[in-house]
């Protein structure tokens, strides 16, 4: 995941030290887990059926929300657009599946990546790289620079993956996302809960996942994110304070598929309810609206 501030980062802590912050999450002062990665492990192909992040090419997701930024205090529109694609790339000898993710400020693209993500055998979902591009614009909307840092790939400048979604989450479980110190793209995630009940445009929810996400690059950031099972990230809180509060919230407006009409928001809810969805993918780890 990317620096970007769209990005979920989180972090209170430099590895190894407690959180103390009231209202955060404290991290075990061994500090997160990185998951032993063995190519080995994964199966053909590049399905992902986890239910809190499964990806089905043809869906796109679409989030959105205002966000203000905490240096400057100014508010822009943010909407997050996340394609699951039929392209795969092979990442240190796994098949990896892409997911063309694309974030605008006001109506104006501002960053275009591409994720690559897998599952293992056991179910687990490993984040196995991204290439990242922001752009930079005058005040004529022409771009001016591109901005690639946050880039990276499994088993390139010693950078390793980490998981992006554990197969069966466990409250208080602390693992790395992505583990690339060259790069820059330390993330991790924190599980806090298993049962929280979340309304967004897509429908209401009950038994979802909430992380709290955080980079030893960004020390003192903080967001929370919410996974529903058979659709992914509903939800995400971004500049999380010390009481639990969030500066900006962005959410899922709405899941749609290749050569299909979109459903409205209470078909949708109908179908999670009744376990008929078929796989779709989780809105971005918004490094993002990734994870």
């Given at each position: 995941?990317?620096?970007?501030?769209?990005?979920f980062v989180e972090a209170l802590i430099a590895a190894g030290?407690?959180?103390?912050?009231?209202?955060?999450?404290?991290?075990?002062?061994?500090?997160?887990?990185?998951?032993?990665?063995?190519?080995?492990?994964?199966?053909?192909?590049?399905?992902?059926?986890?239910?809190?992040?499964?990806?089905?090419?043809?869906?796109?997701?679409?989030?959105?929300?205002?966000?203000?930024?905490?240096?400057?205090?100014?508010?822009?529109?943010?909407?997050?657009?996340?394609?699951?694609?039929?392209?795969?790339?092979?990442?240190?000898?796994?098949?990896?599946?892409?997911?063309?993710?694309?974030?605008?400020?006001?109506?104006?693209?501002?960053?275009?990546?591409?994720?690559?993500?897998?599952?293992?055998?056991?179910?687990?979902?490993?984040?196995?790289?991204?290439?990242?591009?922001?752009?930079?614009?005058?005040?004529?909307?022409?771009?001016?620079?591109?901005?690639?840092?946050?880039?990276?790939?499994?088993?390139?400048?010693?950078?390793?993956?980490?998981?992006?979604?554990?197969?069966?989450?466990?409250?208080?479980?602390?693992?790395?996302?992505?583990?690339?110190?060259?790069?820059?793209?330390?993330?991790?995630?924190?599980?806090?809960?298993?049962?929280?009940?979340?309304?967004?445009?897509?429908?209401?929810?009950?038994?979802?996942?909430?992380?709290?996400?955080?980079?030893?690059?960004?020390?003192?950031?903080?967001?929370?994110?919410?996974?529903?099972?058979?659709?992914?990230?509903?939800?995400?809180?971004?500049?999380?304070?010390?009481?639990?509060?969030?500066?900006?919230?962005?959410?899922?407006?709405?899941?749609?598929?290749?050569?299909?009409?979109?459903?409205?928001?209470?078909?949708?809810?109908?179908?999670?309810?009744?376990?008929?969805?078929?796989?779709?993918?989780a809105i971005r780890p918004v490094r993002r609206y990734p994870?």
């Open positions: 995941m990317t620096a970007s501030r769209r990005r030290a407690a959180l103390t912050i009231v209202g955060i999450a404290r991290t075990a002062a061994a500090g997160p887990v990185l998951p032993e990665f063995s190519p080995a492990n994964f199966p053909d192909g590049a399905t992902i059926t986890n239910p809190y992040f499964p990806l089905t090419p043809g869906t796109t997701y679409r989030a959105s929300g205002n966000v203000t930024d905490p240096e400057d205090g100014s508010t822009t529109h943010e909407v997050d657009e996340d394609a699951v694609t039929f392209k795969t790339r092979t990442i240190a000898g796994v098949t990896a599946r892409a997911v063309h993710a694309r974030g605008f400020e006001d109506g104006v693209l501002v960053e275009d990546t591409n994720d690559f993500y897998a599952q293992d055998k056991d179910g687990n979902v490993w984040y196995m790289g991204e290439d990242t591009t922001a752009f930079e614009r005058d005040d004529a909307g022409n771009i001016i620079s591109r901005d690639k840092s946050g880039s990276w790939l499994t088993g390139v400048n010693g950078a390793k993956p980490g998981y992006i979604m554990p197969a069966h989450p466990a409250v208080g479980f602390n693992h790395y996302q992505e583990f690339s110190p060259a790069d820059g793209a330390l993330d991790q995630a924190t599980v806090l809960s298993l049962n929280e009940s979340v309304s967004v445009p897509v429908g209401t929810f009950t038994n979802v996942l909430k992380t709290q996400e955080q980079s030893e690059v960004e020390p003192g950031v903080v967001e929370f994110k919410y996974y529903a099972a058979g659709i992914g990230l509903i939800r995400a809180e971004e500049d999380v304070d010390a009481s639990g509060q969030a500066q900006s919230v962005i959410v899922l407006d709405s899941v749609t598929r290749a050569a299909t009409v979109p459903l409205p928001n209470a078909a949708w809810a109908a179908v999670v309810a009744a376990g008929l969805l078929l796989a779709p993918r994870g």
